[in-house]
């Protein structure tokens, strides 16, 4: 059982620009999260998805940020109009359908981004 | 929503036990204690849960009080592989009843010779 991916491993944008980020759950799991990590700093959630469907989007910059987990295909963390502070790691985690009040996560090994 | 408190570093011996503690003093009663390790660069990796009861896995044991409001992690024979940061988190029910984990600073654990 594949875990879960997320690609591409490594971006270069300049500013200005657009990040498309992908990521594609384990099978099985309908529940789709992203996370930010800053150097030097812990994990900061962004927006809990699924399928066709934003559940969570509190962690989630108000302008140039979007989400998405279509019904086919991977879910897509896009930024558009890059700027040098977003320059960080983008985890994907993904989780089966949340029971008796928990959920394992599992994580992808992230996107790190970089902005010129 | 419950918080955690870990020490920022603690360091073992290769092959010792390493315990890192973790309170949590405001936790609710439905709410699990997880934790994750995040070794450099690499993305976080589960390790194990638990409510009340103590919880064994091939990685990992994990001591809960029985007031719930501390728990410990124990890696019984630490490798220098096992040097990452470990963060111990409880769940937070966040808005439209999703359960959104809040990582703080974790606890770096190095592993010397």
């Known amino acids: 059982n594949a875990g879960v991916m997320q690609n591409p491993r490594h971006l270069v944008r300049r500013r200005g620009q657009e990040a498309r980020l992908r990521c594609s759950p384990m099978k099985g799991h309908s529940h789709v999260y992203w996370y930010r990590q800053l150097p030097e700093e812990g994990l900061k959630f962004m927006v809990y998805l699924q399928k066709e469907n934003i559940i969570d989007e509190s962690g989630m910059p108000k302008e140039r940020f979007s989400a998405e987990f279509p019904k086919e295909g991977p879910s897509i963390l896009r930024i558009q109009q890059v700027v040098r502070g977003d320059s960080a790691a983008y985890f994907c985690?993904?989780?089966?359908?949340?029971?008796?009040?928990?959920?394992?996560?599992?994580f992808g090994p992230g996107t790190r981004l970089t902005v010129l | 929503d419950a918080k955690t408190t870990q020490p920022p570093s603690m360091d073992c011996a290769e092959g010792r036990a390493a315990n890192l503690p973790c309170n949590h003093s405001?936790?609710?009663?439905?709410?699990?204690v997880y934790w994750y390790r995040q070794i450099h660069s690499q993305g976080p990796q589960y390790i194990i849960h638990?409510?009340?009861n103590n919880e064994t896995n091939e990685m990992a044991s994990l001591i809960i009080t029985e007031d719930r409001k501390s728990s410990t992690l124990i890696l019984p024979h630490a490798t220098l592989r096992d040097t990452a940061v470990y963060y111990c988190?409880?769940?937070?029910?966040?808005?439209?009843?999703?359960?959104?984990?809040?990582f703080g600073r974790g606890t770096s654990l190095i592993v010397h010779p």
């Open positions: 405001t936790i609710s009663g439905n709410e699990y």
């Open positions: 988190i409880v769940r937070v029910i966040a808005s439209g009843g999703s359960y959104i984990p809040t």
């Open positions: 985690a993904s989780s089966p359908l949340p029971t008796s009040g928990t959920d394992t996560q599992y």
């Open positions: 638990g409510l009340k």
